[in-house]
């Protein structure tokens, strides 16, 4: 495999081991493996199936002391080792707009939660394990992919900030361990609004702990806005429940708190129409006028 | 330590207001009024639910559709209320946080059915 990254070569080094030790799953070879070799290939990973929920609040950093308290409270932050500029533009924002409880939360409208705030959920995730990929499906739009087939990340020409970045993984024993560049900066992680760079590097190793237990060690490295790594723990705990992932499209559906002038309104009766997810002047050209259901 | 589902259930009850998607500062939470009134629909969408109500006037006045709002139906179906809980017509007490500035709507707290049933999001099953 040509190899033109520029990016780390100590954890393409470790992805392309990986790789060695999953070969037998590369997608170029796929098509040509038995089904023995294919069953082999699924058996050597870990069993998480299930929905995950999030153990702990709706911070990202479950810290100490500020456990009782979730993204919500106006009194709640994280505590990333901020470069000084950036704890103040962050002080700043928690002062004139969190703790105002003025917090619109762009998730909310519609737009992807991205990482890192991907892996603290309030919602329910699944894990799909394949030889060749990782696949976490929330209960919004987003499935978050992770190549595990011994690719390199793309060269740097090739990459651009997204809201989910760029992940690789690779397993060791049943650990995933994953590392994610080229996520979009800026996208507040929860509702106190911390951000990163455009330069932060996630890695994460995900392991079963227990039966009803998969924690996430996670280290975030950004030379833009940290002093030094950010170590954060997470845990998910399976539920055992009679519902399914369900979907949770968010304010594409029937928003009635609109921002208006940065507070947020409730649309009173009369004020919405429920019967479209769309707005007004998008659904006269979007659908036509079909009879109601009696 | 504790075993892991008693950290599951501790967490998830620390968790429970954390699914209002915006701030609360429109709804007095220090207040709670109780609703007597009539179904007209239930909103089972997202980013909330919303259950209209329809409230007698007082001493002869028009009645007052309000508008209660309440979570997603992710987090409504995990705690037992479905879509068909509330029908058209339910006649239901309904306790509610209002909104600040008076207008008819508010939080949703707790719902009454006329047999009994309480549709609520507190208690172990909430998160």
């Known amino acids: 495999?040509?190899?033109?990254?520029?990016?780390?070569?100590?954890?393409?080094?470790?992805?392309?081991?990986?790789?060695?030790?999953?070969?037998?799953?590369?997608?170029?070879q796929a098509a040509e493996q038995s089904a023995a070799d294919r069953a082999k290939a699924f058996a050597a990973l870990p069993d998480w199936t299930g929905i995950w929920m999030g153990v702990g609040t709706t911070l990202f950093e479950q810290k100490a002391g500020a456990a009782s308290l979730n993204a919500n409270n106006p009194n709640a932050r994280e505590f990333p080792p901020y470069r000084p500029d950036w704890e103040r533009a962050y002080q700043t924002f928690l002062n004139e707009v969190v703790k105002q409880e003025n917090f619109s939360d762009p998730l909310s409208l519609g737009y992807p939660g991205g990482m890192m705030r991907m892996m603290s959920p309030a919602r329910g995730l699944q894990f799909v394990l394949r030889p060749e990929q990782v696949w976490i499906i929330y209960e919004r739009p987003?499935?978050?992919?992770?190549?595990?087939?011994?690719?390199?990340?793309?060269?740097?020409?090739?990459?651009?900030?997204?809201?989910?970045?760029?992940?690789?993984?690779?397993?060791?024993?049943?650990?995933?361990?994953?590392?994610?560049?080229?996520?979009?900066?800026?996208?507040?992680?929860?509702?106190?609004?911390?951000?990163?760079?455009?330069?932060?590097?996630?890695?994460?190793?995900?392991?079963?702990?227990?039966?009803?237990t998969l924690q996430s060690d996670i280290t975030i490295e950004d030379p833009v806005a940290l002093t030094g790594p950010w170590k954060v723990t997470r845990r998910y705990t399976r539920r055992d429940e009679q519902y399914p992932r369900m979907e949770n499209v968010s304010s594409l559906e029937n928003n009635r708190n609109p921002v208006v002038n940065g507070e947020t309104k409730v649309l009173l009766a009369g004020d919405s129409d429920p019967s479209s997810p769309y707005p007004d002047d998008l659904r006269r050209v979007a659908v036509p006028r079909f009879p109601k259901a009696k | 330590?504790?075993?892991?589902?008693?950290?599951?259930?501790?967490?998830?009850?620390?968790?429970?207001?954390?699914?209002?998607?915006?701030?609360?500062?429109?709804?007095?939470?220090?207040?709670?009024?109780?609703?007597?009134?009539?179904?007209?629909?239930?909103?089972?969408?997202?980013?909330?639910?919303?259950?209209?109500?329809?409230?007698?006037?007082?001493?002869?006045?028009?009645?007052?559709?309000?508008?209660?709002?309440?979570?997603?139906?992710i987090v409504l179906?995990?705690?037992?209320?479905?879509?068909?809980?509330?029908?058209?017509?339910?006649?239901?007490?309904?306790?509610?946080?209002?909104?600040?500035?008076?207008?008819?709507?508010?939080?949703?707290?707790?719902?009454?059915?006329?047999?009994?049933?309480?549709?609520?999001?507190?208690?172990?099953?909430?998160?």
């Open chain 1, 1 to 28: 495999m040509t190899n033109n990254n520029t990016f780390d070569r100590r954890a393409i080094g470790a992805g392309l081991i990986a790789a060695g030790a999953f070969a037998l799953a590369r997608p170029a």
């Open chain 1, 142 to 212: 987003d499935v978050r992919y992770i190549y595990t087939d011994g690719r390199p990340f793309p060269p740097k020409d090739e990459l651009w900030p997204t809201f989910e970045g760029y992940s690789i993984g690779h397993w060791e024993g049943d650990t995933l361990v994953v590392q994610t560049v080229s996520i979009r900066g800026g996208i507040p992680i929860d509702r106190t609004g911390a951000a990163l760079s455009d330069e932060a590097r996630v890695t994460e190793r995900i392991r079963k702990t227990d039966a009803k």
């Open chain 2, 1 to 73: 330590m504790l075993k892991p589902s008693a950290v599951a259930l501790v967490a998830l009850a620390a968790i429970t207001p954390a699914f209002a998607h915006h701030s609360d500062a429109m709804f007095d939470s220090s207040k709670e009024v109780t609703l007597n009134g009539t179904v007209k629909e239930f909103q089972y969408t997202n980013p909330h639910s919303w259950i209209q109500l329809v409230v007698a006037g007082a001493n002869g006045a028009a009645p007052v559709e309000w508008s209660i709002e309440t979570q997603a139906p």
């Open chain 2, 77 to 127: 179906l995990r705690a037992g209320i479905k879509p068909t809980s509330l029908q058209p017509g339910d006649k239901i007490s309904l306790k509610m946080h209002p909104l600040k500035d008076g207008a008819p709507g508010g939080s949703l707290v707790e719902v009454k059915k006329a047999d009994g049933t309480t549709l609520t999001l507190r208690g172990p099953r909430s998160y």
